[in-house]
């Protein structure tokens, strides 16, 4: 079903579209409003499409570059963080940050940093950044090697 509003499927869902007039000023609050809400240094999620597209990648095969380009211009190109708030057993309790607390988060860095690990066109292996990776003690900030990389 690739049109809800078709009458065929309104019917076979028995829903109903309304349709209604967003005026101009209200228009330019709400976008105001989500510019607000949405800043992505501060959006602890805007780093989530980049870790699970590197791990599919990591689990079945690389992308063709016209695909990863796409992904590159469509999706947030943010770190995948979080603190660790304590341990059970084997796993973490953690609570997702933004990149505004990390020193030098470069967006144009990582772009190029993805694009070697989406794409078929590069051979780089995002699995190499993980290695030794552990998660670190509760109170510390944690940031998956593969969505930073800090100079030096």
């Not at 791990?55 to 979080?82: G, Q």
């Not at 953690?94 to 988060?105: A, D, H, I, K, W």
Request: some cysteine; aromatic content about 14%.
């Amino acid at each position: 079903m690739s049109d809800l509003k078709a009458e065929a499927v309104r019917t076979r869902l028995d829903i109903r579209w309304y349709e209604f007039k967003i005026l101009r000023a209200e228009k330019e609050l709400c976008e105001k409003r989500v510019r607000e809400l949405m800043q992505e240094p501060d959006d602890p999620s805007a780093g989530f499409l980049r870790y699970y597209i590197t791990r599919y990648v990591e689990a079945f095969r690389k992308l063709s570059p016209t695909l990863t380009e796409w992904l590159l211009e469509n999706i947030v190109i943010a770190p995948y963080c979080y603190r660790v708030t304590a341990h059970e057993g084997q796993e973490a309790v953690v609570y997702f940050r933004g990149s505004e607390c990390l020193p030098g988060f470069d967006r144009n860095a990582e772009i190029g940093w993805s694009r070697r690990y989406w794409s078929e066109a590069y051979g780089d292996d995002s699995r190499q950044r993980i290695k030794e990776c552990k998660v670190p003690p509760p109170g510390s900030i944690f940031v998956d090697p593969r969505t930073y990389h800090p100079e030096g």
